[in-house]
């Protein structure tokens, strides 16, 4: 989620983990992990192929950012 | 005029809106479902509450690359009316005919309740016939509706007049008490920057029938759009 956006949802597991009176929780922001299978071998083509689906789908640019991870076999 | 009302896989609300067109407001509206591409036959395209596509990744993201959308982008760009109502509303701004987006409410609740809504914007074809200040009583129900745009596209909206309903009290007044889910400058409909597409979280089409309760402020604002469209 972008910063500036009110994520109600990471507010109250900053509640609770502040409850948890080992914890120094500043802030806390959810988001969520998408996984997928490509079938490709070549990682610049596989980082182009998700940027693309990211923007025009997976993503919300009005109020989310993404963040990339290629990783191999 | 002929109304297309765009029915989604997860549409809910796509009868009570074809009931409120075509039985209590005897326009002339028909159901269209989402793998209709071609809407040239149409003079306005208004798109149902429900949960399209089971509202999977965010409410309207996959609805928007339904093949319909295209016949309703094309209905927008030519300058015809096209509104959305609730998930329809989040379905046009995600696919970008409406700026901003719909979040989970503030209270992370679904709510499902009367609200207040102050006629902002009295310039256009869906609420030319209704003033401004006005104040309307119409039900909500959603889980994201938080309505939420950047700075720039808020100030935008403001300078332009675009704010077509926002969240009050019932003489119109603006408080934290009567934003109901947290959204930005209490908006609940938008307009576009051509006015001729417009979303709203609240539900017109379920109060135009004064037997079910609840008043029928959305014969109002339908008979408002109806005239709107008569030259």
Same mark, same amino acid.
């Given at each position: 989620?972008?910063?500036?956006? /009110?994520?109600?949802?990471?507010?109250?597991?900053?509640?609770?983990?502040?409850?948890?009176?080992?914890?120094?929780?500043?802030?806390?922001?959810?988001?969520?992990?998408?996984?997928?299978? /490509?079938?490709?071998?070549?990682?610049?083509?596989?980082?182009?192929?998700?940027?693309?689906?990211?923007?025009?789908? /997976?993503?919300?640019?009005?109020?989310?950012?993404?963040?990339?991870?290629?990783?191999?076999? | 005029?002929? +109304?297309? &009302?765009?029915? @989604?896989?997860?549409? #809910?609300?796509?009868?009570?809106?074809?009931?409120?067109?075509?039985?209590?407001?005897?326009?002339?509206?028909?159901?269209?479902?989402?793998?209709?591409?071609?809407l040239d036959?149409y003079d306005a395209?208004?798109?149902?509450?429900?949960?399209?596509?089971?509202?999977?990744?965010?409410?309207?993201? +996959?609805?928007?690359?339904?093949? &319909?959308?295209?016949g309703v982008a094309k209905l927008a760009d030519s300058g015809k009316p096209v509104?959305?109502?609730?998930?329809?509303?989040?379905?046009?701004?995600?696919?970008?005919?409406?700026?901003?987006?719909?979040?989970?409410?503030?209270?992370?609740? @679904?709510?499902?309740? $009367? &609200?207040?809504?102050?006629?902002?914007?009295? #310039?256009? &074809?869906?609420?030319?016939?209704?003033?401004?200040?006005?104040?309307?009583?119409?039900?909500?129900?959603?889980?994201?509706?938080?309505?939420?745009?950047?700075?720039?596209? +808020?100030?935008?909206?403001?300078?332009?007049?675009?704010?077509?309903?926002?969240?009050?009290?019932?003489?119109?007044?603006?408080?934290? $008490?009567?934003?109901?889910?947290?959204?930005?400058?209490?908006?609940?409909? +938008?307009?576009?920057?051509k006015?001729n597409?417009?979303?709203?979280?609240?539900?017109?089409?379920?109060?135009?029938?004064?037997?079910?309760?609840?008043?029928?402020?959305?014969?109002?604002?339908?008979?408002?759009?109806?005239?709107?469209?008569?030259?």
């Amino acid at each position: 989620m972008k910063p500036g956006i /009110l994520d109600p949802q990471g507010d109250a597991v900053r509640g609770a983990l502040r409850a948890l009176d080992t914890a120094k929780v500043a802030n806390v922001r959810i988001g969520k992990i998408i996984e997928i299978d /490509l079938e490709e071998n070549d990682k610049n083509a596989a980082m182009t192929s998700v940027k693309g689906m990211c923007e025009k789908l /997976l993503a919300n640019p009005v109020t989310e950012d993404y963040h990339i991870d290629i990783t191999g076999k | 005029m002929k +109304i297309a &009302v765009v029915r @989604f896989p997860g549409s #809910n609300c796509d009868h009570d809106l074809l009931h409120a067109l075509k039985f209590r407001l005897k326009m002339d509206a028909e159901m269209v479902w989402w793998g209709k591409k071609n809407l040239d036959d149409y003079d306005a395209a208004f798109l149902a509450g429900g949960f399209s596509f089971g509202d999977y990744l965010r409410a309207g993201a +996959i609805a928007r690359f339904a093949p &319909v959308m295209e016949g309703v982008a094309k209905l927008a760009d030519s300058g015809k009316p096209v509104l959305g109502i609730c998930n329809g509303f989040q379905i046009l701004a995600e696919a970008r005919l409406l700026p901003g987006a719909l979040m989970h409410n503030k209270s992370m609740k @679904f709510l499902c309740q $009367d &609200v207040f809504l102050k006629v902002e914007a009295a #310039n256009n &074809v869906f609420t030319g016939k209704l003033h401004k200040g006005e104040v309307l009583s119409m039900p909500i129900a959603h889980m994201e509706g938080r309505y939420v745009a950047d700075e720039a596209t +808020i100030k935008q909206l403001e300078a332009q007049d675009r704010v077509l309903l926002r969240y009050s009290q019932k003489d119109g007044s603006l408080s934290d $008490d009567s934003n109901p889910n947290g959204s930005m400058g209490a908006i609940a409909g +938008i307009l576009s920057e051509k006015r001729n597409v417009a979303g709203l979280m609240p539900h017109p089409e379920r109060v135009c029938e004064a037997l079910l309760g609840g008043g029928e402020d959305g014969v109002k604002f339908f008979t408002s759009f109806i005239e709107g469209t008569k030259r």
